[in-house]
């Protein structure tokens, strides 16, 4: 195991109805609250009828921002933070999926350094992400999440995408981490099918990365991340058929804050090259996150873990798809076979092109992966680093 710190100072707040508490929480916080979020659900939904409610309730001074799109840009969070800045907000509240969250990161460094967040993101061709990362002055944020996927309510990262460069990349910082997560699953109720599997598909991939990449004498790790993926397995098939079972929507809520809250990976670590594969493709292509990391795992499993770690995804396969071959190339294919045959349950399984994706453009963005998440190198770090060409074929091989 490797030397760890691990700090989570996100309080957590859980459970049915939750939500109605959310002035009397802001209120130890902050004065003037920028709430954002997107542009349609949670008023279709009703859930920022019931956060704007009982900030009026608590006497909470709020301004809403609701322009963030799916895959936030940079030109919405530099808008945010100048509304921000303008109102005199002093804290940040997102009510909302990963997109945002992650854009409420970000408007509340904004807010406080008056700089494009272009500027931060890690990667980006202006070098300057190198002396402002990690971020240590923001707004205070608070996180009502309202889909279960990314985590992003209780972690200290956000991912923006700089549209005009085709650029997808983190920032990050422990200015970032939100002071109080509201999480209450009712409101995840009314998630769609297709961003419920997507979505159980993000939080499981966070699991398997740094279970296939890191260090290898992390049992306790290893059997904390089985466990939470057989959860997402388990319950997004609840949720599928059964939309409003509270006790499936609470576990997909706890699983995905959970998977990528540092506990998983602390003293595992490894690098997560299929997130940074995938965000290429939502940088040039705007689609789902989790639908893209559902069209390339069999790839990266079948080209680079079956042969560089293939007693690793045998394991993944015994321990949470009961596979029960005991040679382990034979438990390798059952496994992917299995994960495909999941993915086809839920409804996420797809192709490249079925996406929009055209066939010329894979070369450029397979090159485009290692410019922005190769920092300089000329791969990306996974189990050996790898090159544009073994990105290329793996586009290749799900197209
Ligand atoms: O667009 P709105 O109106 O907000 O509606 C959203 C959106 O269209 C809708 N939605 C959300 N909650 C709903 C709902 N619809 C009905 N009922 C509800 N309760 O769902 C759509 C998708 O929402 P979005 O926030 O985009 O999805 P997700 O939570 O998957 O977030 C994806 C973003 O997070 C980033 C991704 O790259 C992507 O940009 N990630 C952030 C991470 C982090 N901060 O740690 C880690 C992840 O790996 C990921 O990269
Ligand atoms: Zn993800």
Known sequence: MLNFTLNIPTKIIFGKGEVSRTGEIVKEYGKKVLLVTG?????????????????????????????????????????????AREEQCDLILALGGGSAMDASKAIATVAVSARPIHEYIRGNKTGLWKELLPIQEALPIITIPTLAATGSEANSNAVITNWEMKEKSGIAGPALFPRTAILDPELTYTVSASYTADGAVDMFTHLYEGYMTGDENANVQDEITEGLMRNAVKYAKTALNHPEDYNARAHLLWTSTLALIGIANAGRGGPFPVHQIEHTLSAHYDISHGRGLAILTPAYFRQIIKKDRPHRLARLGRQV???????????????????????????TYDTLKNVGVKKEDLKLMAEETIRVSGLGQDSIAATHPLTAEEVLRMYEEVF
């Open 39 to 83: 542009r349609t659900s949670t008023k279709k939904t009703g859930s920022l009828n019931k956060v704007t409610e009982s900030l009026k309730e608590a006497g909470v001074d709020f301004v809403v921002f609701d322009q963030v799109e799916p895959n936030p840009r940079a030109e919405t969070v530099d808008r945010g933070g100048q509304i």
């Open 321 to 347: 798809f009961n596979i029960t071959q005991e040679d382990d190339a034979a438990a390798c294919d059952a496994t992917i076979e299995a994960l495909v045959s999941w993915f086809k349950d839920i409804g």
